[in-house]
């Protein structure tokens, strides 16, 4: 890929994003799509990248519309480190059932994803964010053994891997800032049923501070000796809800990398903002309702989920 061309308004590359750049089928009770953009780190930088500029490591291959991602580098994405092999694209079909309570996987296919080797361009191995997505945990190792001394690390997982490399998972756990889950998954990562005892047990381990995401419920954020509980923003029409919980992760580091800052009291308008970028993810297929989105309509929605918070007088 290029180096990035244009965006010059957007603030300097401060957030290193890892993870899957995929094609995704979808089925939802409002229709489908067929090979749209897709994945992990797409989803981050779509919602990061309109709060800060973003560097993206990743691999695709040679069937990839390298075009579709062109609003990126417009918004500040570096696709510097993003690698086309020849081969197959990371693909993914799935299905939403029962309102959106349920969904299955249809197909799977690695492609060249099943060689990702991460390297970390040079220039970028001081970057003061670094978020590892929903990948392999060994991959999350290596990343962080090529970065230099951040700032802040965060980390998004599921429970496949908290299940099938579990002992990889931990040793990323204990090198983490932040830890974005669901509550099911924390509660599974932890053996504990109890939310705030998961959390406990997590943060014990490594991450200062476990973030764990309830949908169209909002998220409670989980520090030292406190808990912040934040509401979602109500969605008229949930289209498609794939990669709402990395675009999350984009608004709560875009918000922080913004700020400079990630202090107890910065974390409520990160809380707001992953909030505001994830109900905007799922308004639409892939990352179309985000492409056009500014800077100021997250702020104006975080600002509804604020004071919404605020109304009801939750916890932090």
Known sequence: MSPQRSGANRPPAQVLAIGSVALDSVETPHGSVERV????AVFFCAAASLLTGVRLVGVVGDDYPLGELAFLEARGVDLGGLV???GESFYWAGRYHDGFRTRETLATRLGVFAAFDPQVPAGWRHSRLVFLG???PVLQLRVL???RSPRLVAADTMNFWIDGAREAFLNVLARLDVLFVNDEEAKQLAGEADLGRAAGWIRDRG???VVVKRGEDGAVLFGPG???DCPGHPVARVVDPTGAGDA???GFLGF???RGSWKREDMAGAVAHGAATGSYAVEAFSVDRLRNLAGEDVAQRAALVSEARIRAGVGG
């Open 37 to 40: 953009i897709g994945g992990s």
């Open 134 to 136: 929903n990948i392999d």
């Open 207 to 209: 991450p200062g501070m």
């Open 256 to 258: 922080l990398a913004s």
């Open 226 to 228: 406190w808990a912040l």
């Open 145 to 147: 053994e090529q970065v």
């Open 248 to 250: 999350f992760a984009g």
């Open 84 to 86: 086309q092999l020849s």
